[in-house]
């Protein structure tokens, strides 16, 4: 592992900023984390940094792992909850920045409902920003821990052919998946009815399949989205019965090809998007998922650390 490599951006906000060798050294990074964490369970790269976890929108795969992953690292680390803020007393955005700033708070992690803060924030910051989500936009770091576990899984991404499917309007997990899986050289398709694919169809120019079950057939991955019913507009679905019966993924569709790998970003609405009997069969990597954004976020927060102002 080569440990002076630098990324070529001093922030993460979009997948787009991230070169195939800026992947190689995060994967590599994670690597060697997921492998020596049962040895060291602690290690010092983030020692005299504080992290500030700023979650204005509700998660909970991403911040916490992002904070085990900074504890993991040793550094400080402070909770920012919009709701409990001075945010709901009329402070603005940029001011609650000028303030966590003031106590020395050098790197942030972002989750916000409007796609472009985390990008405004690292505009106005000297602070490092990590995008942990944004609106409908980008959230880079999951769609680096989806790859991650593909690479793990198969040994490579490059070749693979991973198709996304369900409610790819609404998602940022999707946005941020294309470019990272295309940036490794996989073949990348989408499955969407057609009310929840983009207005000006296809900005990605991937293939796009109609059907599940050519889906199934077509892929060596699916990539099944959760259905934001919370970004959604009245009248853009039928009904979720009819969403559920067209593009959800039954045991019956899964057990036709045992060796499909499933993934999910989570959280999973089981009944509608996957059955549920699915998420034990040993090719669903939803859980892998899970464990490896702990290391994937120790290998950003890792490398961005070498960017803190000192
Ligand atoms: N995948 C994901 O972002 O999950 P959370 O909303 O729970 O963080």
């Excluded at 303030?99 to 992690?109: F, G, K, N, R, S």
């Excluded at 576990?149 to 369900?166: D, P, Q, S, Y």
């Excluded at 892929?219 to 019965?241: C, F, H, K, T, Y």
């Amino acid at each position: 592992m080569n440990n002076d490599y630098l990324l070529s951006k001093p922030y993460l906000i979009n997948s787009e900023d991230l070169t195939s060798e800026d992947i190689a050294a995060i994967f590599e990074k994670a690597r060697y984390f997921l492998e020596d964490y049962p040895k060291q369970r602690k290690f010092t790269d983030l020692k005299g940094i504080t992290v500030a976890l700023a979650f204005f929108e509700p998660s909970t795969r991403t911040k916490l792992s992002f904070e085990l992953a900074a504890k993991r690292l040793s550094a400080d680390t402070i909770s920012f909850a919009s709701s409990s803020s001075s945010l709901t007393k009329g402070e603005s955005l940029i001011d609650t920045l000028r303030t966590i700033e003031a106590m020395d708070v050098q790197m942030y992690v972002v989750r916000h409902a409007n796609s472009g803060v985390p990008k405004f924030l690292q505009e106005n910051t000297r602070g490092v920003i990590l995008n942990a989500g944004d609106g409908k936009h980008e959230h880079p770091t999951q769609a680096l821990l989806d790859s991650f576990t593909l690479w793990r899984h198969f040994g490579r991404v490059e070749g693979l052919k991973v198709c996304i499917a369900g409610d790819i309007l609404h998602s940022r997990v999707a946005r941020s998946n294309i470019n990272v899986l295309k940036t490794l050289g996989a073949e990348v398709a989408l499955c969407s009815p057609g009310t929840l694919l983009p207005r000006y169809l296809n900005p990605w120019n991937v293939k796009l399949i109609e059907s599940i079950d050519d889906a199934i057939e077509w892929a060596d991955v699916l990539l099944m989205l959760r259905l934001q019913r919370e970004r959604m507009e009245s009248g853009i679905l039928p009904s979720i019965r009819e969403f559920s019966k067209f593009y959800g993924v039954s045991l019956e569709q899964f057990s036709r090809k045992p060796d499909l790998v499933l993934m999910h970003p989570g959280p999973v609405n089981y009944g509608i998007e996957l059955d549920y009997r699915v998420s034990s069969f040993p090719n669903c990597l939803i859980q892998t998922q899970v464990t490896h954004g702990v290391f994937i976020r120790m290998a950003l927060l890792s490398l961005l650390s070498k960017f803190v102002a000192v």
